[in-house]
C-alpha cells in the first residue's frame, strides 16, 4: 500500500480519482483504479521500495495492539532515529507522469474487487498541500478550499464510473477499514450522508459579519478578516449547522448540490464568511428533503459518531479518548504506535492524521491489518 503527496505548487491542488480501493494512489487527476488492498502487506511496491521496519526490527504488530510495553516501546526507538526518508516530490512526479504505466508496475491493476464492491464503487476527493512550507501560503479558512472540492465532485459527477459516494479526504488520512467493509458500512447508510454536524453555538461570528480576503493591495490575508459590516441572514430560510469539512456524500447528495438553485445561492452567500466549508456540506445536509437528509430535528451528529475520520483534538483528550501518543500539530494528534487499538476499536473509516515522519511503524501495523482483514475475507469466499 502507498500514501503519496503531490507538490502542489503553491496551490492547493485537488486530486479526484475514483477506486474501489482504500489505498490512496495520488497518481494523475483523475484515475479509475480497478483494485482492493493488496492482499500480502509485504508485497514491496517497486517504484519506492523499501524494506518494512516491522520486519527490519522484528516487530509484532498483534503485540503493538495488545499494548505489550516492550513492542511498543521498540516503536519508540525507532521513532527517535527519525531514519524515515520518503520518496522526493520529484521521483514522485515523474514515476507518476505517465499513470498507466504507474498503475501497472505497481501491480494494481490485477486486484479485483468482489462482485459485491464492485456493484458499490466509491469516489475519493483529496486535498493535498504538501509541505507545511507551503500550506502556509495558501489561504487557511477561506473559500478556495471550499470551490476546489466543489471542482473535484464536478469532475466526478461526470466520469463514467458511477460511483455511490464520495468521501472527501486529505493527504494525511489513512484507511481503517477494508474496501469490503466501506462497502458494507455505506450500504446501510441507505443513501443518506455521514457527515459531522452541530447546532452554531459560538461559531455564530463565521457569518453573521462580512469577511475580507485581501487587503487594499490585493494581496490575500492568511485567514479571511472580520469587518464590523453585518450580513444578511443566509438565503431561502436556510438554518445554520457546522461541522467538518471532510464528508461522506451520496451521489444523489452530490447531485443536487451541483444543480440546485438554493446551493448556489448559499455558496455565493457564503463567499465572505470564515471558513465557509465547515458549513457548507454540513448545513445544505439538513435542509428539509434534500437526497440523503439528515433531519434539522435529529441530534448533533459528533465527531465520534460521524465515522468518516477518527481525529484526535488535543482539547479533547482525557475527556472524550486517552492522550496522543504521538505528536501535535495545530491541536491534532499525528498518532503514534501506541494507539492502534484504539484506532482500530471505533469502526472509523479513515484515522486523520498520520505521518510517515512521525511513526512509520504505525503506518506499516494499519497496512497489516488491512491486508489480514481482507485475507480473512477471501479465505470465507
Ligand atoms: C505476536 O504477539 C502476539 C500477542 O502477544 C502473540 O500471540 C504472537 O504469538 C506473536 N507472534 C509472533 C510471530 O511472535
Ligand atoms: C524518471 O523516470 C524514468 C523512467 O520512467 C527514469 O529512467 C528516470 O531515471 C527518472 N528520473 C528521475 C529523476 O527519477
Ligand atoms: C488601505 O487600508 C487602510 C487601512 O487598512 C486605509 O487606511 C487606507 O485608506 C486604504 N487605502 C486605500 C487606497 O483604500
Same mark, same amino acid.
Given at each position: 500500500?502507498?500514501?503519496?503527496?503531490?507538490?502542489?505548487?503553491?496551490?492547493?491542488?485537488?486530486?479526484?480519482?475514483?477506486?474501489?480501493?482504500? @489505498?490512496?494512489?495520488?497518481?494523475?487527476?483523475?484515475?479509475?483504479?480497478?483494485?482492493?488492498?493488496?492482499?500480502?502487506?509485504?508485497?514491496?511496491?517497486?517504484?519506492?521500495?523499501?524494506? !518494512?521496519?516491522?520486519?527490519?526490527?522484528?516487530?509484532?504488530?498483534?503485540?503493538?495492539?495488545?499494548?505489550?510495553?516492550?513492542?511498543?516501546?521498540?516503536?519508540?526507538?525507532?521513532?527517535?532515529?527519525?531514519?524515515?526518508?520518503?520518496?522526493?516530490?520529484? &521521483? /514522485?512526479?515523474?514515476?507518476?507522469?505517465?499513470?498507466?504505466?504507474?498503475?501497472?508496475?505497481?501491480?494494481?491493476?490485477? /486486484?479485483?474487487? @468482489?462482485?459485491?464492491?464492485?456493484?458499490?464503487?466509491?469516489?475519493?476527493?483529496?486535498?493535498?498541500?504538501?509541505?507545511?512550507?507551503?500550506?502556509? !501560503?495558501?489561504?487557511?479558512?477561506?473559500?478556495?478550499?471550499?470551490?476546489?472540492?466543489?471542482?473535484?465532485?464536478? =469532475?466526478?459527477?461526470?466520469?463514467?464510473?458511477?460511483?455511490?459516494?464520495?468521501?472527501?479526504?486529505?493527504?494525511?488520512?489513512?484507511?481503517?477499514?477494508?474496501?469490503?467493509?466501506?462497502?458494507?458500512?455505506?450500504?446501510?447508510?441507505?443513501?443518506?450522508?455521514? $457527515?459531522?454536524?452541530?447546532?452554531?453555538?459560538?461559531?455564530?461570528?463565521?457569518?453573521?459579519?462580512?469577511?475580507?480576503?485581501?487587503?487594499?493591495?490585493?494581496?490575500?490575508?492568511?485567514?479571511?478578516?472580520? @469587518?464590523?459590516?453585518?450580513?444578511?441572514?443566509?438565503?431561502?430560510? /436556510?438554518?445554520?449547522?457546522?461541522?467538518?469539512?471532510?464528508? &461522506? *456524500?451520496?451521489?444523489?447528495?452530490?447531485?443536487?448540490?451541483?444543480?440546485?438553485?438554493?446551493?448556489? =445561492?448559499?455558496?455565493?452567500?457564503?463567499?465572505?464568511?470564515?471558513?465557509?466549508?465547515?458549513?457548507?456540506? $454540513?448545513?445544505?445536509?439538513?435542509?428539509?428533503?434534500?437526497?440523503?437528509?439528515?433531519?434539522?430535528?435529529?441530534?448533533?451528529?459528533?465527531?465520534?459518531?460521524?465515522? &468518516?475520520?477518527?481525529?484526535?483534538?488535543?482539547?479533547?483528550?482525557?475527556?472524550?479518548?486517552?492522550?496522543?501518543?504521538?505528536?501535535?500539530?495545530?491541536?491534532?494528534?499525528?498518532?503514534?504506535?501506541?494507539?492502534?487499538?484504539?484506532?482500530?476499536?471505533?469502526?472509523?473509516?479513515?484515522?486523520?492524521?498520520?505521518?510517515?515522519?512521525?511513526?512509520? $511503524?504505525?503506518?506499516?501495523?494499519?497496512?497489516?491489518?488491512?491486508?489480514?482483514?481482507? *485475507?480473512?475475507?477471501?479465505?470465507?469466499?
Amino acid at each position: 500500500m502507498c500514501l503519496y503527496f503531490l507538490q502542489n505548487h503553491l496551490k492547493l491542488k485537488n486530486v479526484c480519482f475514483i477506486s474501489f480501493t482504500l @489505498t490512496l494512489i495520488i497518481c494523475c487527476f483523475m484515475i479509475i483504479i480497478l483494485r482492493v488492498n493488496e492482499g500480502g502487506g509485504g508485497q514491496e511496491a517497486r517504484v519506492f521500495e523499501r524494506l !518494512r521496519l516491522t520486519v527490519k526490527y522484528g516487530i509484532n504488530c498483534t503485540a503493538i495492539y495488545e499494548m505489550e510495553p516492550v513492542e511498543v516501546s521498540k516503536t519508540l526507538a525507532i521513532r527517535k532515529q527519525k531514519t524515515y526518508v520518503g520518496a522526493t516530490d520529484q &521521483t /514522485i512526479v515523474n514515476a507518476t507522469s505517465d499513470c498507466d504505466w504507474f498503475v501497472v508496475t505497481q501491480g494494481y491493476d490485477g /486486484i479485483q474487487g @468482489t462482485e459485491f464492491e464492485r456493484e458499490f464503487p466509491l469516489a475519493y476527493s483529496l486535498v493535498v498541500h504538501q509541505d507545511a512550507a507551503l500550506v502556509e !501560503r495558501v489561504q487557511y479558512a477561506g473559500i478556495s478550499r471550499l470551490r476546489a472540492d466543489l471542482n473535484c465532485l464536478s =469532475d466526478l459527477l461526470d466520469s463514467e464510473v458511477k460511483w455511490k459516494y464520495v468521501i472527501n479526504l486529505c493527504g494525511q488520512d489513512f484507511p481503517l477499514q477494508t474496501n469490503a467493509e466501506l462497502v458494507s458500512d455505506l450500504k446501510e447508510l441507505k443513501s443518506r450522508n455521514m $457527515v459531522e454536524s452541530k447546532w452554531p453555538g459560538g461559531k455564530k461570528w463565521r457569518w453573521s459579519v462580512h469577511h475580507i480576503l485581501k487587503n487594499n493591495n490585493s494581496e490575500y490575508y492568511d485567514t479571511p478578516v472580520s @469587518t464590523s459590516e453585518e450580513k444578511s441572514p443566509p438565503p431561502h430560510n /436556510i438554518e445554520m449547522f457546522v461541522g467538518s469539512a471532510y464528508f &461522506t *456524500l451520496s451521489r444523489e447528495f452530490v447531485d443536487f448540490v451541483h444543480w440546485s438553485f438554493l446551493a448556489r =445561492d448559499f455558496l455565493a452567500w457564503s463567499e465572505d464568511t470564515y471558513s465557509p466549508d465547515e458549513h457548507f456540506w $454540513v448545513t445544505l445536509v439538513r435542509v428539509p428533503g434534500v437526497p440523503g437528509e439528515v433531519a434539522r430535528s435529529e441530534p448533533e451528529i459528533s465527531e465520534l459518531i460521524c465515522k &468518516t475520520r477518527l481525529v484526535k483534538w488535543s482539547y479533547l483528550e482525557e475527556d472524550l479518548y486517552p492522550p496522543c501518543a504521538g505528536v501535535h500539530v495545530r491541536a491534532v494528534c499525528i498518532y503514534g504506535a501506541a494507539e492502534l487499538r484504539w484506532l482500530l476499536n471505533y469502526g472509523h473509516w479513515f484515522a486523520n492524521k498520520v505521518d510517515p515522519k512521525v511513526d512509520p $511503524v504505525l503506518i506499516e501495523c494499519l497496512e497489516e491489518n488491512l491486508a489480514e482483514k481482507h *485475507l480473512n475475507v477471501q479465505s470465507k469466499v
